[in-house]
């Protein structure tokens, strides 16, 4: 299964985007942003992320292998 990555994780179309995603079995997504106002936005909207990747780069281990792909 093929992986997408939503770069506006934290806004509320994105989030919705990402379930349908995975519920359909598209893709496996990835939200890029904040995990804490992800999971906020999440929780208010009634979304369940649970198989929703969530990556905010600037605290991610993998910051220098991205910022060599840029």
């Known amino acids: 299964r093929k992986t997408v ?3 506006e994780g934290e806004s509320d179309a994105i989030l919705r985007a990402a379930v349908i995603v995975r519920d359909e079995g ?3 997504p990835v ?3 904040r995990p804490s106002v992800i999971h906020d936005r999440a929780k208010e ?3 369940d992320l649970d198989g929703i ?3 905010h780069p600037p605290e991610s281990p ?3 292998s991205y910022v060599d792909a840029y």
């Open 45 to 47: 909207l009634d979304l």
């Open 62 to 64: 993998k910051l220098a």
């Open 53 to 55: 990747e969530t990556v």
């Open 26 to 28: 598209i893709a496996r």
């Open 5 to 7: 990555v939503f770069p």
């Open 31 to 33: 939200l890029v942003g």
